[in-house]
């Protein structure tokens, strides 16, 4: 955040709040619903006002009721959070998304999912990284990166999307 973004008026300030709406994403084309990483901020103003204060100067929108994080670089999307499973306790509602396979297909992913669901879909990560925490696995897709969390357990606690 550069110093005088503090001392801007925040643009989101006047969008109006909206109720839940569903989520979904295209990893073909790396879109949720119709938002695309590297859009503008402003795209976002049919979510309605972002939870979190001063979105734009702080370069992330948070969307309790959604599960959804979107973060920005120099304004413009950068990459996407889903969360399943608050484990911080931040108040996030489980995050209910529907992923758009290479195909066409779709998969229901929230705080249910387990992680053989996801490897059935997608096939073997590029990389795993598994420890007593969490496991992480990672798939390179078309310049950008997904990595699914999941717990010891093997339940889905949240999926990230951002450029390589």
Known sequence: MRIFDFFRKDPTAGW??????????????????????????EALESLGRP???RPVAGGRFIYLRLGL???LENERLEGFGFVMADE????????????????GAKLSLGPETKAGEILQAL??????QEDEDEWVHTYPWQ????????TPQGQLKRLEVYPE
């Open 123 to 128: 096939g073997e990560p590029q990389s795993r």
């Open 143 to 150: 310049r950008h990166t997904a990595e699914f969390e999941y």
């Open 51 to 53: 939870d979190n204060r």
């Open 69 to 71: 994080i979107v973060d």
């Open 16 to 41: 109006p709040r909206y109720g839940d709406q569903p989520l979904h994403f295209s990893l073909n084309e790396t879109r949720l619903n119709s938002w695309r990483i590297g859009q503008d901020y």
């Open 88 to 103: 911080a306790g931040q108040g996030f509602s489980p995050c209910r998304l529907t992923l758009e396979l290479p195909g």
